[in-house]
């Protein structure tokens, strides 16, 4: 009997010892994954002195990466900041990822650091920066992934920014409406803003001038594909440079303002050409560029219903470009370059859309005649609702989405 109880004694021992490993095993310490310059004195007294004892306190390891001496690590550095999507401006040159929910930029003051991990159920996801290194820091700034990036002095407590913005739980709730608040105004923008009256006259002259060669109807669409092509991708190539311009002017939310009140002033302007003919300022294709989108339109070949139409979504721009340049401005400040870029594939497709309903309805040479009678005849009214939406949508862009 008592070897039958040593047996159970020692199966009980040993069985509580592997559950206690294992479940020793199964707690690791949450990670704090800090992104650093090893040649920089200063950041390597904070990661390696400060950090430690300061994130250790509330039970944090941390994980190292020199950005600077390992190039795989400036690519994880790179993919953190998109995936997070940290715009340009808040980027530094010390970042901390506590979890999924903090983020430290630079020489944060430690009572704000402290405060954030240990009250994390006053914010959803957070950003902290304050990036002076040399000299005594004035202000740091905060950012909640969702609205204004918030200044303040570097004394102030970070509780004075927690209690201005909305709770996590109304951000949530907020979360689908802002996403579709956004399909919104992109669609909408692109919708108008290819009631181009000037794409629109060459697309008709263009496919006039096709059937007085007998062209055929096949044919006709080809070019007329080609043609709508290429504007797409023009277009497509100026937005995607206006964002790089704005990316690397570190500026994201002044560039939106900016655009906003471009799109505004631009819309003013169709209303004063529209009052004062004689008006100096004019938003057209420039007048030295006509006998060129002539020239190829004349050739009625496909290279040249390329090239065409490439120089059209180019000249065009200046005729209405301030609704696409305010919708760039506003995604750099709302979404990630990867995201911006999906969203300026949208835009540029619905952009064109008009241009094909427009092939469409000029299958015959009368539906084209009738259809020049009538962009020649609405085209006073098309500026007015172009430059209309241009005010409001300058105005939506200021209040909403910077």
């Not at 294992?22 to 707690?27: K, N, R, S, Y």
């Not at 995607?240 to 799109?263: E, F, S, T, W």
């Not at 919708?327 to 094909?356: D, E, H, R």
Request: aromatic share 12%; hydrophobic share 50%.
């Amino acid at each position: 009997m008592k070897r039958i109880f040593a047996v159970i004694a020692l199966v009980v021992l040993l069985g509580g010892t592997h559950v206690a490993h294992a479940h020793a095993q199964e707690v690791e310490p949450p990670i704090v994954t800090v992104f650093f310059n090893e040649a920089c004195q200063d950041c390597g007294e904070l990661v390696k002195e400060t950090y430690p004892d300061l994130f250790g306190e509330y039970g944090y390891a941390l994980e190292l990466h020199d950005y600077i001496n390992e190039r795989t690590n400036r690519v994880l550095l790179t993919q953190r900041n998109e995936s997070w999507g940290v715009p340009f401006e808040l980027q530094s040159h010390i970042e901390a990822f506590v979890g999924d929910k903090l983020l430290i930029g630079g020489h944060v003051p430690e009572q704000v650091i402290r405060y954030l991990l240990e009250n994390q159920d006053e914010y959803d996801k957070l950003l902290v920066y304050q990036d002076e290194m040399h000299g005594e820091a004035t202000e740091y700034k905060v950012w909640d992934f969702f609205g204004e990036i918030k200044t303040y002095s570097i004394d102030e407590p970070i509780t004075t920014y927690l209690q201005e913005q909305p709770t996590p739980a109304s951000k949530k709730s907020n979360s689908g409406s802002g996403f579709w608040g956004l399909w919104a105004v992109i669609t909408g923008s692109a919708f108008l803003d290819g009631l181009n009256p000037c794409a629109f006259a060459v697309l008709l002259f263009f496919i006039g001038f096709l059937f007085t060669m007998k062209k055929t109807r096949a044919k006709i669409w080809q070019m007329g594909l080609v043609y709508i092509g290429a504007i797409y991708l023009a277009y497509l190539l100026i937005g995607l440079g206006i964002a790089q311009a704005i990316v690397m002017a570190g500026a994201p939310h002044l560039m939106a303002k900016i655009g906003a009140y471009l799109v505004i002033a631009l819309g003013v302007i169709q209303f004063l050409t529209v009052a004062f003919p004689s008006f100096p300022i004019r938003l057209r294709i420039p007048m030295n560029t006509k006998a060129t989108l002539e020239k190829w339109v004349y050739k009625a070949t496909i290279p040249a219903s390329f090239v065409g139409g490439f120089l059209v979504g180019l000249c065009t721009f200046p005729c209405s470009g301030g609704i696409y340049v305010a919708i760039i401005g506003m995604l750099a400040a709302q979404s990630t370059a990867a995201q911006g870029t999906l969203w300026m594939l949208w835009y540029n497709l619905v952009f064109v859309l008009p241009l094909v309903i427009l092939l469409v309805l000029a299958s015959n040479r009368k539906s084209t005649e009738k259809l020049q009678k009538l962009e020649q005849a609405e085209s006073v009214r098309v500026k007015l609702l172009i430059g209309g939406f241009m005010i409001v949508l300058g105005a939506i862009i200021l209040v909403f989405f910077t």
